[in-house]
């Protein structure tokens, strides 16, 4: 009984919830072109702050910056030469893309 009630748990999450709070990230992502315009090049964390991203979004919003980077829309700005190796993801920075 236990397992069924389980498994329909799972099944309303993943069907319900999920989409949910992908959509809700969607419509954020729509306006981080216009929010790194007024503010200027920003890391990932301060990315985050803005858009007020849950943990469980943030791999999606990591996936959709790369995406972004991918068709040009997005810039990514390296740290400075001698950032650690573990701080570089921290300290990279994303911008609109020029042109």
Sequence with gaps: MQTIAVSIGVAIAVLIVMPLLVR????KLAGIEGLLRESGPLTF???VKRLETGVFARGYLMQALEKKVADGTLQKLPPPAGTPRLRIFRETRY???AG
């Design 24 to 27: 809700a990230q969607t419509r």
């Design 95 to 97: 911008t609109v893309a």
């Design 45 to 47: 964390d301060e990315i």
